[in-house]
């Protein structure tokens, strides 16, 4: 059992910056890749970005890309979400999640097994 504990988040005007950190407070992350999501109130969960277990590759939301950077600390067990140049729109509840069984991200919220209690981050105009 993985329990992936977020911490970060909050309210910060438009053009700020936050940072999202999410560690395995039991288990590992194993050799199994990460990825972000975020729910806008009354919307879907989206993807926000994912990063590969070795080579670290990332990949990102067009809405976010240029923005956002995705890393992560296998020796800590942990992972981070940089937030730059935030935007109105960018205001959701945010979550990680360890991908099921394999070392590559994807898109796909149904592709990930483990999840954190998920963090607010509000943007204001």
């Known amino acids: 059992q993985v329990q992936l504990v977020q911490s970060g988040g909050g309210s910060v005007q438009a053009g700020g910056s936050l940072r999202l950190s999410c560690a395995a407070s039991?288990?590992?992350?194993?050799?199994?890749?990460m990825g972000w999501f975020r729910q806008a109130r009354g919307k879907e969960r989206d993807f926000v970005a994912g990063i590969n277990w070795g080579s670290g590759t990332t990949m990102y939301a067009d809405s976010v890309k240029g923005r956002f950077t995705a890393s992560r600390d296998s020796a800590k067990n942990t992972l981070y979400l940089q937030m730059n140049n935030l935007m109105p729109e960018d205001t959701a509840i945010y979550y990680c999640?360890?991908?099921?069984?394999?070392?590559?991200?994807?898109?796909?919220?149904?592709?990930?097994?483990?999840w954190g209690q998920g963090t607010q981050v509000t943007v204001s105009s």
């Open positions: 039991s288990g590992t992350f194993g050799f199994n890749a």
């Open positions: 999640a360890r991908r099921r069984s394999s070392t590559v991200a994807t898109a796909e919220s149904r592709d990930y097994d483990y």
